[in-house]
């Protein structure tokens, strides 16, 4: 299993990014994903998931409204598109594999993560 994260970088306040997930070595759309964040100083924190059929989505409620969580099982990626950014949003962002389809699963690999900084 390999997760690689991209499109991090600097956002201004109100901006957008997108983040992106391409995973190897499994059946992508067999699983949930999920994506997580570790802001400087603190604990990880769970940001939202899919299951790997595309049918559920959940989202932290820090995030709700303002991110969308998504995937392409034809390209075996996992996307986050994050609007609205503010400070709070400053972190290193991870995407994990769950256990199976169900987003309830426990997560079982991870990524190396992608920063995102808010700033103006």
């Known amino acids: 299993v390999q997760l690689v994260e991209s499109g991090g970088g600097l956002a201004q306040p109100g901006g957008s990014l997108r983040l992106s997930c391409a995973a190897t070595?499994?059946?992508?759309?067999?699983?949930?994903m999920s994506w997580a964040r570790q802001a400087p100083g603190k604990g990880l924190e769970w940001v939202s998931a899919?299951?790997?059929?595309?049918?559920?989505?959940v989202y932290a409620d820090s995030v709700k409204g303002r991110f969308t969580i998504s995937r392409d099982n034809a390209k075996n990626t996992l996307y986050l598109q994050m609007n609205s950014l503010n400070s709070e949003d400053t972190a290193l962002y991870y995407c994990?594999?769950?256990?199976?389809?169900?987003?309830?699963?426990?997560?079982?690999?991870w990524g190396k993560g992608t920063l995102v900084t808010v700033s103006s």
């Open positions: 899919i299951s790997g059929d595309d049918r559920n989505t």
């Open positions: 994990a594999k769950h256990l199976t389809n169900s987003i309830a699963s426990g997560m079982d690999s």
């Open positions: 070595g499994f059946t992508f759309g067999v699983y949930a």
